[in-house]
Antibody
């Protein structure tokens, strides 16, 4: 049973950098999975931030792409997100998520099958 | 971006009721639609994937249907533990996943 656990500071100053790490246990980071970050705020609801494959390929939300980097350390079984130049609008609960990819006879499809418990990050001076 | 619109935004129902929640995509998404349940203070939990496939461990009273742009989540016989917020999510646009705004299911 895969488990994901977020860690990182709960308070970040405006214009600073938000950095979070997700530790994966109970499963390999290889295989047909994208390792994903999602955030949730009252203003924007659930928002996909981006994701990384075990090969290192990344995809990002276009509206956030200029400020976000997602990285992976397979040896440590961790993946991380770094968010630059944060503002109060980046205050949210941040989740790390496993996105399971199915490549079968039909169209490839995927779904978010495992979630971390989430960590509240507040941007404030 | 593909806009996902859920209806209703909130719903009051009683234990034992049959409940249906609707999700509409702003463009064609085939069957690339997933449903999640979220309880207060918890992360979302996958219920249904690819529109109609039940996630392992999820009770069979949950079912999903639809394709193209219109989808439904049905709870056949509401149980006390089902009162929560439900979200749909499209995985058709793999470069920009989007969620519905949520449907809060409350006890009548």
């Amino acid at each position: 049973q895969v488990q994901l656990q977020e860690s990182g500071p709960g308070l970040v100053k405006p214009s600073g950098t938000l950095s979070l790490t997700c530790t994966v246990s109970g499963a390999s980071m290889s295989g047909h999975y994208w390792w994903t970050w999602v955030r949730q705020s009252p203003a924007k609801g659930l928002e996909w931030i981006g994701q990384i494959f075990h090969s290192g390929n990344t995809k990002y939300n276009p509206s956030l792409k200029s400020r976000v980097i997602i990285s992976l350390d397979k040896a440590k079984k961790e993946f991380s997100v770094e968010f630059k130049s944060v503002t109060a609008a980046d205050t949210a609960v941040y989740y790390c998520v496993r996105d399971a990819l199915e490549i079968g006879g039909g169209e490839p499809t995927d779904w978010f099958d495992s979630w971390g418990q989430g960590v509240l990050v507040t941007v404030s001076s | 971006d593909i806009l996902m619109t859920q209806s209703p935004s909130s719903l009051s129902a009683s234990v034992g009721d049959r409940v249906t929640i609707t999700c509409r995509a702003s463009q064609y998404i085939s069957s690339s639609l997933n449903w999640y349940q979220q309880k207060p203070g918890q992360a979302p939990k996958l219920l249904i994937y690819t529109a109609s496939r039940l996630q392992s461990g999820v009770p069979s009273r949950f079912s999903g249907s639809g394709s193209g742009t219109d989808f439904t989540l049905t709870i056949s016989t509401l149980q006390p533990e089902d009162f929560a917020t439900y979200f749909c999510q499209q995985s058709y646009s793999i470069d920009m996943y989007t969620f519905g705004q949520g449907t809060k299911l409350e006890i009548k």
